[in-house]
């Protein structure tokens, strides 16, 4: 699919661009100034909150963003899918919406309802599912020519993908997460090696995390492959595991951050009245930065009552040894 030209502010070729993060950050000046739904998006982060809680000695904050609320209630069952108009295609943007071509298939995306001081969503130009094992490679060399200002994240289709018909990444600033640093921190415990590739999770951190750390990009992205092929033999289903991931480069080191989930949402969260928590973890969640669209549950929500969360939407350490076993 071609993109027409107006919706390109810039073209760029994966692995030889130079410069891409400060190119990212002249389109977010460019969309803040001419696109008013970005440009108020970004003014609504001049009034979010924030509030450290800390869990088993690990960084976890809260983050009260009403501006997220479509995004955390998002109805992603398939029939809502299916009658609703995808929001990333390319056809469906909005007519002020610009980006960065990025290769033939990606195009780097302002997103309108940040997070962050600086967030990217980057799509598809095609219309066509979320799967990151056709993307791993991208994903790397994503991650290098946006270091070292930002990360890159990607969030399944069953567990936070917010749009899972349409394949997506986005990028946060380089330590918006908190699991980047952890994961490369004195509690990054050695599990196995996948070749030249250190395998590792993260000792006390409540949410089952497999680590992927090397120098060479091709030996990450086959590691990533075989991870995944050795978790749907575990799991016994031929989709996807349900998976969150953070991708970065380091200097010369990739690492990539796989947490294995086994649901999307608590059940606290389809309750009503006052008890339900309307928390729906996906990367930046479970990477411990807690989005809370609305108030109550940013004040009243304590360590223990994420660590329940976190426990119920992850898979128990067990699972990581049978991958491992599997590998």
């Known amino acids: 699919m071609s993109i027409p030209d107006p919706r390109v502010f810039a ?23 001419s696109w008013p739904m970005c440009r108020d998006g970004y003014a609504s982060l001049g009034s979010i909150q924030t509030r450290s809680l800390g869990l088993n000695g690990h960084a976890l904050h809260l983050q009260f963003n009403p501006g997220r609320i479509v995004s955390t209630g998002a109805k992603v069952d398939p029939a809502s899918i299916k009658q609703r108009r995808c929001f990333l295609c390319v056809a469906h943007l909005p007519p002020e919406q610009q980006g960065i ?4 298939h990606l195009l780097i995306l302002c997103n309108p309802a940040p997070i962050f001081s600086e967030h990217f969503t980057i799509s598809h130009v095609e219309h066509c599912g979320q799967r990151l094992d056709r993307h791993v490679h991208t994903m790397l060399r994503l991650a290098a020519d946006l270091a070292p200002a930002f990360s890159v994240f990607y969030n399944g289709p069953r567990c936070g993908a917010s749009a899972p018909d349409h394949f997506h990444f986005q990028a946060a600033p380089f330590s918006a997460i908190p699991t980047v640093a952890e994961a490369a921190g004195p509690r990054s415990t050695p599990v196995c090696e996948i070749g030249t590739v250190q395998v590792s ?21 086959v590691a990533v492959d075989r991870f995944l092929s050795a978790w749907r033999r575990v799991d016994g ?18 690492q990539v951050v796989i947490f294995l989930r086994r649901k999307h949402r608590p059940e606290a969260f389809f309750k009503e009245g006052d008890e339900q928590v309307l928390v729906s973890p996906a990367a930046v969640d479970i990477g411990g930065l807690v989005i809370t669209p609305r108030e109550r549950e940013f004040s009243t929500l304590t360590s223990e009552a994420l660590s329940g969360i976190f426990d119920e939407v992850s898979c128990g350490p067990e699972v990581l040894k049978q991958i491992v076993e599997a590998l």
């Open 101 to 104: 071509r990025y290769g033939k």
């Open 201 to 221: 999770t993260i000792a006390g951190y409540g949410r089952t995390v497999a680590t992927l750390r090397a120098s060479d990009p091709e030996e990450v992205a």
């Open 11 to 33: 073209d760029v070729t994966p692995g030889a661009v130079i410069g891409l993060p400060n190119l990212c950050r002249s389109l977010l000046r460019q969309q803040r100034e």
């Open 237 to 254: 289903h031929t989709d996807e595991p349900m998976t969150n991931v953070i991708a970065t480069r380091m200097e010369k080191v990739y």
